[in-house]
Every structure is written in structure tokens, then in C-alpha cells.
């Protein structure tokens, strides 16, 4: 399955599942470019703000066990702050640590005027309370974007803090030219870190918004209407090139991993072909979630200073 804190970022240097045939090259949306140019953005911001007022933006990583999935997800993370300029910290806890103690060292990090976002990396060991430990989180330094306070105000059009996947999709949308307003997006994959926040920022943007998930039927019948299709399910090829229209935009989300090789939710090849703009599995969304991590921790930096 999919996983919400690297969204494929763990897959860079895998060997990708499919070729892009060259009269097919223009479609592909380049994530890591993309991903560079904003990091290059927030770098540049950081500069100035450690310039004018003195502030290092800082970002605390919380790891709960040994998971090495887990461990490498965070390496990503703190070698894009060493990149930025953005003091990085490791607070890893055993696995036997206690919900009480997870969440007081939370709270300990909620007070430190060094550290502007907190991270949490999921999945915890199965006897702590996710959804506890997130709240637990100053809604001012959730670098993820998954506090309840944040997502209303996603819902209400006040987008700060969001979740940083669906965010990075709407930043490609704009570096593409896409237009939203008047269009239907379908969202396939009902998840709070991807499908709900996206269908809120496509509708704050005035698409027309399908959300379809595992339940839904006839699933080809929502597809085959979308102008955008976003897919975040974890299901190796759910989506087929008789499933869309032509000239859609597709933004693949899902990552299945087989055999030493790494496919999308969306049977790239074909679907290529069909689609005016897709993004590729390894190489798209995922280098998007880690820049835009990024930039929700300079934007939290910003926002103590004043």
C-alpha cells in the first residue's frame, strides 16, 4: 500500500515499470524537477529569513520502534533540510514507549521556539493511538498538515498547513498550466492523508468533484468522464487506458512494489497514450511531497516570527 509520509520517495533508483516512447515524452510531468525548483524556492526564503530576523527554521522527526521503511523515510526528509538549510532532528523512541510518553515529548517539542514542525511518522506500533499522538501536535507546527484544525481549515478555504501530497499535485497543476475551475476532477481513493484533502482543494479551486473509493460501482463510468484524474488506492494498475478519456491530466499516487520493480495505481504505458499530462511512478508525486514538507516548515518559521 501506498504510503502517506513518502509517497514514493522511497523508490528513487528503483527500476521504473514502464518506457516512455519519445512522441510520448512532452506528457510526462517531471517530479523531481519540479520538486528541485521548489526546494530552490525555499532555500532562497530560508536564506533571507536566517538573514533578517535570525531564524533557522527547525524540523523534529519523531520515530517510534525500528521500523526500516520508517528509517529511510526520515533520512529522505532530514537530507532535503540539510539541502534547504532547515535544522533537522531525530527523536527516535523505542518501541516500548508508552502512548503517556509519546505524548509528552510532543507537548516538550509543542514548546521549543527552535523547532517550527513536528513530524510523526506513521505508522506507530499497533499499541499507541495515532490519532491521539497527532492531536497532540501544536496545530502550528504540523509539518504534515494532518491536524484536525488544519483540515477544517482546508475545508473552509484556508489553506496553510494542508497535507503535503495533495498539495504538491495542486503545485504541478499550476506549473502545467492546468486549468481546474469548470472541470471534473475524480478522485479515486477516499483516504484523509490524500482523496479528502485533495477533493477539498479541487473543489476550493471550483472543479465539479467526484470521490470514489472501494465501494464505489462501476468505477470506469466516473473515470471516463474526468478532465483530471487523481488515483491514490495502492492497486497496481486499477486504472486502465479503456477507463479514460482523451487529453486527460492523471496524477498517480498509488505505488505497488513487485519483483524489484515499482508500478502506479494507473497502467502508465497505455494510459500514456490517452492521457495530455500523467505522472510517472517512481519520479512523479513522490519528490512533490517532501519539497512541499518543506515548505510547511519555513511557513511555520515565518509565521513565529511574526
Not at 494542508?162 to 476532477?185: D, F, L, N, S, W
Not at 471516463?224 to 484524474?229: E, G
Amino acid at each position: 500500500m501506498w504510503n502517506s509520509s513518502a509517497a514514493g520517495s522511497q523508490y528513487i533508483g528503483k527500476e521504473v515499470s514502464g518506457v516512455v516512447d519519445e512522441e510520448y515524452s512532452t506528457r510526462v510531468i517531471d517530479g523531481r524537477s519540479l520538486a528541485k525548483k521548489v526546494e530552490e524556492e525555499v532555500k532562497k526564503d530560508v536564506e533571507a529569513l536566517k538573514a533578517e530576523k535570525g531564524i533557522t527554521p527547525g524540523l523534529a522527526t519523531i520515530l517510534v520502534g525500528e521500523d526500516p521503511a520508517s528509517k529511510m523515510y526520515v533520512r529522505l526528509k532530514h537530507k532535503a533540510c540539510e539541502r534547504i538549510g532547515i535544522h533537522a532532528e531525530d527523536h527516535d523512541l523505542p518501541a516500548t514507549t508508552s502512548q503517556e510518553e509519546l505524548i509528552a515529548h510532543i507537548q516538550q517539542l509543542n514548546l521549543r521556539n527552535d523547532i517550527h514542525g513536528i513530524l510523526l511518522q506513521l505508522p506507530l506500533p499497533r499499541h499507541l493511538n495515532e490519532k491521539e499522538a497527532m492531536l497532540a501536535i501544536d496545530p502550528r507546527k504540523d509539518a504534515d498538515g494532518f491536524h484536525p484544525y488544519n483540515m477544517g481549515n482546508l475545508l473552509i478555504g484556508n489553506e496553510g498547513l494542508v497535507p503535503c501530497t495533495p498539495k504538491g499535485v495542486i503545485r504541478a497543476m499550476e506549473e502545467h498550466g492546468v486549468q481546474i475551475q469548470g472541470k471534473h476532477a475524480v478522485v479515486v481513493g477516499h483516504s484523509n492523508v490524500v482523496g479528502k484533502p485533495m477533493a477539498a482543494m479541487l473543489i476550493n479551486r471550483n472543479a465539479t468533484v467526484s470521490v470514489c473509493h472501494v465501494f464505489t460501482q462501476n468505477l470506469e463510468q466516473y473515470t471516463l468522464d474526468a478532465d483530471i484524474l487523481v488515483v491514490g488506492t495502492g492497486v497496481k494498475h486499477l486504472i486502465k487506458a479503456d477507463m479514460v478519456k482523451e487529453g486527460v491530466v492523471v496524477f498517480d499516487v498509488g505505488i505497488t512494489e513487485e519483483n524489484g520493480k515499482v508500478y502506479g495505481d494507473v497502467d502508465f504505458e497505455n494510459v500514456i497514450k490517452k492521457a495530455s499530462l500523467i505522472t510517472p511512478v517512481p519520479g512523479g508525486v513522490g519528490p512533490m511531497t517532501i519539497s512541499i514538507l518543506m515548505q510547511h516548515v519555513l511557513m511555520a518559521a515565518k509565521d513565529s516570527s511574526e
